[in-house]
């Protein structure tokens, strides 16, 4: 497979905000990076460990590497190794005018959710909601739509816009409250972004579409995430919303009666079935670039 990203990214770095990540997958997406021609640094503190064996290394330590990426000019892209838990432990620590200083993409998903959405509330650096390096191999490589997920991948960092268009034999796309808008895309893992509500770091959603995914949580603790941001006023401030996977969290019917309750106190539109979330494939999200869904449903993105 081709490189996919812009000419403009020379050199890339991986960094582990989060959990320990597995070193033979990182190797794998390494090796993927180095074939496409990259300089790739695998920052000094994403295999060091920590006491808390659930992470990747110290807050300092992880603190350490997400700022020298933004010291190094000569360092193009950052990707994180994998979720887990621990982002955010570095949100109050982050030198918010350095990551200010340059825009920077920052690929991940999952618990980088903290980081993403403290970013656009700093207004720092450019959250990418793409494959991380532990994934990079499967997702580009292994998985049988892999073609899929690295034309959205390419769309997202070249900033093209495209059809969201669902892979054969996966969810289909459903409206559950019609409705057109154009925004923002705020892609996020529900149960992340609800431990950053009260917090300093929840960003304003009025014209920001919610893409929302989540894995191994029993409906209804979706049920009760999805409460917490009706009464805590995001649901009807956002502009719509986009669910994605719920990979393992029940029914499908169960799901889409969350769904539709959720989508009585939203004002925009909300549709299911978008292609994003911890399965594969998955349709990347730059948060830079708008979204727009129409009455019929069809989602354009990268506008």
Known sequence: MDNIF????????????????????????????????????????????????????????RLADLHACWNDDDI??????????????????????????????????????????AMLKMHAGIPVAAPMAAKLHEAFIKDQFAEYTAGYCRAAMHGMPMEIKNPEGGNPARIVKPGSIEALPLPANLAVMVTLCGTEYFPDVADRVLILEDLNEPPYRIDRYLTQLKQAGILSQ????AFGDFL????????????????E?????????????????IASVRT????????????????
């Open 265 to 281: 106190a939203v004002n925009g539109p909300v549709i299911t079935g978008f292609p994003f979330g911890h399965g594969l494939p």
């Open 288 to 303: 830079d670039r708008r979204i727009r869904i129409t009455e019929s449903g069809t989602v354009f993105i990268g506008e």
């Open 76 to 117: 193009d892209l950052v990707i994180c190794a994998r979720g887990g838990f621990g982002a955010a432990h570095l949100l109050p620590e982050i030198d918010w005018k350095l990551l200010r200083s340059r825009p920077l993409p920052l690929i991940g998903y999952s618990d980088i959710t903290a980081l993403h959405m």
């Open 238 to 241: 956002c502009a719509g919303i």
């Open 248 to 263: 393992d969290c029940g029914t499908n019917n169960e799901l889409q009666l969350i769904f539709h309750k959720a989508a």
């Open 6 to 61: 812009p000419k403009t990214i020379k050199h890339v770095a991986i960094i582990s905000p989060a959990g320990p990540a597995d070193r033979a997958l990182i190797e794998s997406g390494v090796a993927l990076l180095h074939g496409w021609g990259l300089k790739v640094t695998v920052m000094p503190h994403v295999f060091s460990g920590a006491l808390e064996v659930y992470l990747s290394a110290s807050v300092a330590g």
